[in-house]
């Protein structure tokens, strides 16, 4: 009787992760046909099929063509990774921290990323500094030093949950007064890129950008796949109790915290600082589907994909033709969905 309730339960879970990851699919294949340019829906197939033939710079349709493979889908797609990514790094650090108010943010990785990116733009000089993969690299690899920081002080006092996410608030608040330093010296026309930039959006997305980020979080998220039964432990028990099952706590924490660390280092390099989604979708996840990581995962990324999916296409619309960045957008938009949650499910969060 348990075995069966048990299968039925999987089989549940399995269906739902596996509609969501459609119905997310099929959104982004229908809002890469809206925009400032209406796009019929089969132009997309016809867009592709000349990109796969080399036939893209032909036809009387090559400018539409160009708008979907060189705009549209590469803003769409790193929506979709940049959602996975940073709802997995967020699902997994609330695990091995027991805090489910923890995220990428809090832990000072974006404010780090910030920082490194301010830095960059306000002193930058020469070509490489100045340019776009400049702002990115210093962004990347400040966010990375954040990291490090945190599970290196962590690490002096074993690694324990509160450890971690105290030198990442404290490391947080001295990224944030860092840049603010900057941003007072900077001058007006690099202090506007500066807040552009700490916006957060998908406006950068090229293919080079996604192929790298695709390398990134598919690498990370089958570590953590590999570590779900570790983290299923660790999210519900003690150090000590956790021990006992043959698992080495302070392990899982330092792999998947680094792993998780620079997904988000990558994510935010591209694409600026878009900070909610890492604490909301995992909470979202949680309170769906259960806190099995076999499946917790997988859904925490999948509804990180989908907010950022809408929160995007929103922010292209609300105040057409001005275009809000998808990292004020998802604010506005998840915190009602959150609270939705919260009451029509209270025991969700116990």
Request: aromatic share 12%.
């Amino acid at each position: 009787m348990l075995q069966e309730n048990y299968r039925r339960t999987r089989y549940k879970k399995c269906v739902l992760i596996l509609a969501a990851f459609i119905f997310t699919l099929i959104s982004g294949y229908i809002f890469t046909t809206v925009g400032m340019k209406q796009v019929h829906i089969w132009q997309v197939f016809t867009a592709l099929e000349k990109f796969f033939s080399g036939t893209i710079n032909t036809g009387s349709d090559e400018a539409v063509n160009k708008i979907i493979l060189l705009l549209r889908l590469p803003r769409i797609l790193m929506a979709v990774l940049a959602g996975i990514g940073l709802a997995v790094a967020g699902a997994v650090m609330q695990s091995v921290t027991r805090n489910y108010l923890v995220s990428p943010f809090t832990l000072g990785i974006s404010a780090a990323a910030a920082f490194g990116a301010s830095l960059c733009i306000v002193f930058g000089t020469g070509m490489f500094f100045q340019s776009d993969f400049g702002i990115i690299f210093c962004a990347f690899i400040s966010a990375c030093i954040c990291g490090l920081i945190v599970y290196g002080v962590a690490q002096k006092t074993g690694l324990k949950p509160s450890s971690i996410v105290l030198v990442g608030i404290a490391l947080n608040y001295l990224f944030s007064a860092m840049t603010a330093t900057i941003e007072f010296f900077a001058k007006e026309h690099k202090l506007e890129a500066v807040v552009q930039w700490t916006f957060g959006s998908f406006n950068r997305a090229d293919w080079d950008y996604i192929l790298i980020t695709l390398a990134i979080v598919a690498c990370g998220i089958y570590i953590m796949m590999y570590y779900c039964l570790p983290l299923n432990a660790i999210a519900g028990n003690d150090d000590e109790m956790v021990k006992s099952f043959g698992v080495n706590p302070e392990k899982v924490r330092s792999v998947c915290g680094i792993i998780s660390v620079l997904i988000t280092s990558a994510i935010i390099s591209f694409t600026g600082v878009i900070g909610f989604v890492g604490l909301i979708a995992p909470h979202m996840a949680r309170i769906i589907i259960g806190n099995d990581h076999r499946f917790y995962i997988l859904f925490s990324g999948i509804i990180g994909a989908m907010l950022l999916l809408v929160s995007d296409t929103i922010g292209k619309f609300i105040l057409y033709p001005v275009n809000i960045p998808v990292g004020i957008i998802i604010s506005f938009l998840g915190v009602p969905l959150f609270i939705h949650l919260i009451l029509t499910k209270r025991n969700g969060l116990e």
